[in-house]
T-cell receptor
Framework: DADVTQTPRNRITKTGKRIMLECSQTKGHDRMYWYRQDPGLGLRLIYYSFDVKDINKGEISDGYSVSRQAQAKFSLSLESAIPNQTALYFC????????????FGSGTRLTVV | TQLLEQSPQFLSIQEGENLTVYCNSSSVFSSLQWYRQEPGEGPVLLVTVVTGGEVKKLKRLTFQFGDARKDSSLHITAAQPGDTGLYLCAGPIFSGSARQLTFGSGTQLTVLP
């Protein structure tokens, strides 16, 4: 099993629909992140959580919400999807420490039509 | 405006050639990381450099951290088709006491057989 699992892998949804992207990890890390990737813009942080009771907005949180259901689970919701939220979404985890890298999931490709 | 600027944005070379890609910033970073992302997958950590002037080698890949810790380079010797991918640099930034990673927009490398 992958260390970080994202579901679904691909999703097409209509404008205005609510959609949830799920992420679970087996790394035992406290820190979890949601990023969005667009061509030419790299990875941009949407939300992050350093433990179950800690949720923080990233640079592009508008239109998104998150829930940290357990140490291992972190879900991202689009309350009312719009076409410019079409992107590749990645969940990542990390341990504490400046030298520790992130472990990413395989991503969810979301298309809003 | 991104804190980390990567160049070139795209690079296409023949198998066996050498190449260097760059990651530059006007800010000082305590460390920088390099990731490689293959199509349909999330980024995978290659290396972390933490000391100004540090050089790390990973088989045919050589990573260097600038003396002033504002830039880094990745040199690939005798590139192979398996090196094809998106190369991302990332560095830690702090929001209050919270540490997060900021990413460059990446260099898309294609190695032709």
């Amino acid at each position: 099993d992958a260390d970080v699992t994202q579901t679904p892998r691909n999703r097409i949804t209509k404008t205005g629909k609510r959609i949830m992207l799920e992420c679970s990890q087996t790394k035992g890390h406290d820190r979890m992140y949601w990023y969005r990737q667009d061509p030419g813009l790299g990875l941009r942080l949407i939300y992050y959580s350093f433990d179950v009771k800690d949720i923080n907005k990233g640079e592009i949180s508008d239109g998104y919400s998150v829930s940290r259901q357990a140490q291992a689970k972190f879900s991202l919701s689009l309350e009312s999807a719009i076409p410019n939220q079409t992107a590749l979404y990645f969940c990542a985890t990390s341990d504490y420490g400046s030298s520790y890298g992130y472990t990413f999931g395989s991503g969810t490709r979301l298309t809003v039509v | 405006t991104q804190l980390l600027e990567q160049s070139p944005q795209f690079l296409s070379i023949q198998e066996g050639e050498n190449l260097t890609v760059y990651c530059n910033s006007s800010s000082v970073f305590s460390s920088l990381q390099w990731y490689r992302q293959e199509p349909g997958e999330g980024p995978v950590l290659l290396v972390t450099v933490v000391t100004g002037g540090e050089v790390k080698k990973l088989k045919r890949l050589t990573f260097q951290f600038g003396d002033a810790r504002k830039d880094s380079s990745l040199h690939i010797t005798a590139a192979q088709p398996g090196d094809t991918g998106l190369y991302l640099c990332a560095g830690p930034i702090f929001s209050g006491s919270a540490r997060q990673l900021t990413f460059g927009s990446g260099t898309q490398l294609t190695v032709l057989p």
